[in-house]
């Protein structure tokens, strides 16, 4: 069973447009996070939650809005696209804040 | 600021040969470190970590050396083999800000 999941793997949009990525963690973890990782391999953290409450938002652009609907589930939503957003996101949980993380396989976004 | 990094982008060895990854960090209240790998198409992936009372640790052909004087650590692979290829990530985990700081990777290719 794969413990921290993505979907979609390949995201490939028009700029101005609204997409959703979604990330599923089977691990009973307590804190789910985003990370852009750009064509550098730069890991950059987005956003971290904590029992479904956000605790870190890194500067992020509000077009960006993650969603926790519960512990298990960490969804990011992306408004206006734009071709900067090109990039790989990951998905990540831990059991507690900051501690090991396990990531998903990715999302490759590509806006055209 | 809190700082990570890596000494070399890239690194090339011949199979068989060791490997040895080095990183740098600035803060020196960090009490431990982690190593990720992340392989091609894939998501980073724990490999060890190690406390900061300790100045060495080992795992299956890994071996993570900390020196806290001069804030380094490093990452050794004995007997490198084409699978050890991937780019590896120093980590440094602060529970009290809820993330892990990355360094910025370093490539590893194994030649055959």
């Known amino acids: 069973d794969t413990a921290v999941s993505q979907t979609p793997k390949y995201l490939v949009t028009q700029m101005g447009n609204d997409k959703s990525i979604k990330c599923e963690q089977n691990l009973g973890h307590d804190t789910m996070y985003w990370y852009k990782q750009d064509s550098k391999k730069f890991l950059k953290i987005m956003f971290s939650y904590n029992n479904k409450e956000l605790i870190i938002n890194e500067t992020v652009p509000n077009r960006f809005s993650p969603k926790s609907p519960d512990k298990a589930h960490l969804n990011l939503h992306i408004n206006s696209l734009e071709l900067g957003d090109s990039a790989v996101y990951f998905c990540?949980?831990?059991?507690?804040?900051?501690?090991?993380?396990?990531f998903g396989p990715g999302t490759r976004l590509l806006v055209l | 600021g809190e700082s990570v990094g890596l000494h070399l982008p890239t690194l090339s060895v011949q199979e068989g040969d060791n490997s040895i990854i080095n990183c740098a960090y600035s803060n020196s209240a960090s009490d431990y470190f982690i190593w990720y790998k992340q392989e091609s198409g894939k998501g980073p992936q724990f490999i060890i970590d190690?406390?900061?009372?300790?100045d060495k640790r080992q795992g299956q052909r890994v071996t993570v050396l900390l020196n806290k004087t001069v804030k380094h650590l490093s990452l050794q692979i004995a007997a490198t083999q084409p699978g050890d290829s991937a780019v590896y990530f120093c980590a440094e985990p602060n529970t009290n800000a809820g993330k892990s700081t990355f360094g910025d990777g370093t490539t590893l290719t194994v030649k055959p």
């Open positions: 190690i406390r900061s009372n300790m």
């Open positions: 990540a949980s831990s059991q507690e804040l900051g501690k090991t993380q396990y």
